[in-house]
């Protein structure tokens, strides 16, 4: 990189899912091969809750989440990856923090679809807006095994 030349950087959400891991993988290959820094991000927000409901469990979801996107990364780079993974642990609804967190970013990857609840979908209600709305080009990667 030379004197003035902005840092490539890749953006990539992790949910734990079979297609976020892929993601994963496929874009640290592809900061491997421009040379980018790779944000791993997380996104976590309490559960809403309407009427009478039981407590919630004590505990603190960002941790949870940053465990769950550790776990993520070692699991799917090992223990020393081939290039710089930051990892990001972010509140908020997760199509907004990603959007957010791509904001100058070289490149946005996502699977095609998270642990939402439509698994007939081909692309996930967070991918679909972060396709219509993301500033910088938006790469979805489909995980080898997933029910359809």
Wanted: a negative charge; proline letters at 3%.
């Amino acid at each position: 990189m030379t004197q003035g030349t902005p840092a490539r950087r890749i953006v990539v959400g992790v949910d734990g899912s079979p297609s976020s891991n892929a993601a994963l993988r496929w874009a640290a290959r592809q900061a491997e091969l421009t040379g980018a820094t790779l944000d791993a991000v997380i996104a976590w927000e309490y559960p809403a809750s309407y009427g009478w409901s039981g407590t919630l469990a004590d505990g603190d979801f960002g941790v949870w989440a940053g465990k769950a996107l550790s776990d993520a990364v070692a699991a799917e780079l090992g223990a020393e990856p081939a290039v710089v993974v930051r990892e990001r642990v972010l509140g908020g609804n997760a199509a907004t923090v990603l959007l957010d967190a791509a904001e100058g970013a070289d490149l946005l990857v996502l699977g095609n679809r998270g642990r939402g609840g439509f698994r007939q979908a081909l692309l996930g209600s967070v991918g679909q807006h972060c396709v219509q709305h993301a500033d910088c080009p938006v790469v979805i990667v489909r995980g080898k095994h997933q029910d359809t």
